[in-house]
Structures are given as structure tokens and as C-alpha cells.
């Protein structure tokens, strides 16, 4: 089966800590993205990777960090730095041409006790 | 000015009904349209993508382009119950650009 999983899908976190959401594909998509959504606001873009070992700041990533040490993989490090981390976190990879789609993963609910 | 516009809702539509959503943008730049159908609780979904002007079908979904208006929109013909989610209107600047900019969306009730 091809898609995107995300894991764990609810996590809990004191704070203080450093939480890391797990992002994985296996369509074979070069880019992936992690956007986060709150009530209210959409989906606002935390980083996004368009080769491996390469990354770029979205609109929203202070307090957040990536990696892309593997294609199928796009880990996301929460860390302590980030003020206000409770959030429903999407991954999410981009297609082939000639659309470009980009479609999500099922996310992760994080809450900071 | 928000860079993507939708009309938050609750837009309530009769089971049977015409849906009719819409999205407008403020980069003229902009190419590429989607149109995301999202479940409480569940994540984005892709239902329709269109490019360029004019009318693009797939099933009871129609997406509408105007760019001449900035103006981007979805139909859902014969409304069922299952159709109630939020809808999600993004855009992208330029064929392959990575960045998608979403609005943030309306939800959309259909009335039994």
C-alpha cells in the first residue's frame, strides 16, 4: 500500500520537553512538507524538503527543527523553544509532474500538559 | 489582505442541492488551484486540482477558474450527507513551485 503514515497519531508532552513526530512515504516523492493547524487559522507551513539533506524554513518554523537524512523520511523535532506547541501537526509529500499534487498524511495531535 | 479568502461558514445546503464554495486569491501570480475536502478530527484530503480557466468535472465536483477575477470555486451537485467537511482552497504561484497557500476554509453542512 502507497501513502504517507504518520506516527504516533496523539502524543502528549510536559513542558520543557523536545517531542519528535515521525513523517513517512513510500510513493517516492522528492518533496515533503510539515504544516501545522490550529482552530480558526488553516495550515501554516513549519519547513519543507524538495531533495535529501536539504531543507527551507516555512513561514512558522521558530522553535521547530527537520531532518532529511533518507527520501522516505521527514521527521519533526517540537522543541522547548516553541511557545504555544498544541497543534494538529500534517505531513505531507508532493507528487511527480506534471500536477504536482500534494497530498497529506493522516497527522498527529499534540498536546502540552 | 488575506492571500487566499474563503467564506468560514456554516454554509447549510439542503441533501440534494447544489454546493456551491468559493475562494478568492490575491497573488496574480498564481497557477496552480486545489481544493482540499477535510473531515473533523481527519486530515486534508485532495478532491479537485485545476489550472486553468474555465470548468473542470470529475464526478458531482465541478471546480471553476476565473483568473482574470482571482476567483476560484467548487460545486458539489446532488449534496449528500457525507459531503458535510470543511473545504480547504489553496493555491500555488508557479507550476512547481513548492509552496501551497491555503485559506482557511468553510465548512459546509448538508441538511438531511
Known amino acids: 500500500d502507497g501513502g504517507i503514515t504518520q506516527s504516533p497519531k496523539y502524543l502528549f508532552r510536559k513542558e520543557g520537553q523536545n517531542v519528535t513526530l515521525s513523517c513517512e512515504q513510500n510513493?517516492?516523492?522528492?518533496?515533503m512538507y510539515w504544516y501545522r493547524q490550529d482552530p480558526g487559522q488553516g495550515l501554516r507551513l513549519i519547513y519543507y524538503?524538495?531533495?535529501?539533506?536539504?531543507?527551507q524554513k516555512g513561514d512558522i518554523a521558530e522553535g521547530y527543527s527537520v531532518s532529511r537524512e533518507k527520501k522516505e523520511s521527514f521527521p519533526l523535532t517540537v522543541t522547548s523553544a516553541q511557545k504555544n506547541p498544541t497543534a494538529f501537526y500534517l505531513c505531507?509529500?508532493?507528487?511527480?509532474?506534471?500536477?504536482?499534487?500534494?497530498?497529506f498524511g493522516p497527522g498527529t495531535r499534540l498536546t502540552v500538559l | 489582505q488575506k492571500e487566499v479568502e474563503q467564506n468560514s461558514g456554516p454554509l447549510s445546503v439542503p441533501e440534494g442541492a447544489i454546493a456551491s464554495l468559493n475562494c478568492t486569491y490575491s497573488?496574480?501570480?498564481?497557477?496552480?488551484f486545489f481544493w482540499y475536502r477535510q473531515y473533523s478530527g481527519k486530515s486534508p484530503e485532495l478532491i479537485m486540482s485545476?489550472?486553468?480557466?474555465g470548468d473542470k468535472e470529475d464526478g458531482r465536483f465541478t471546480a471553476q477558474l476565473n483568473k482574470a477575477s482571482q476567483y476560484v470555486s467548487l460545486l458539489i451537485r446532488d449534496s449528500q450527507p457525507s459531503d458535510s467537511a470543511t473545504y480547504l482552497c489553496?493555491?500555488?504561484?508557479?507550476?512547481?513551485?513548492?509552496?501551497?497557500?491555503f485559506g482557511t476554509g468553510t465548512r459546509l453542512t448538508i441538511i438531511p
Open positions: 505531507a509529500s508532493r507528487g511527480r509532474k506534471p500536477n504536482n499534487e500534494q497530498f
Open positions: 510513493l517516492n516523492h522528492d518533496a
Open positions: 524538503s524538495q531533495i535529501v539533506n536539504d531543507f
Open positions: 497573488d496574480r501570480g498564481s497557477q496552480s
Open positions: 485545476i489550472y486553468s480557466n
Open positions: 489553496a493555491v500555488r504561484r508557479d507550476f512547481g513551485n513548492e509552496k501551497l497557500t
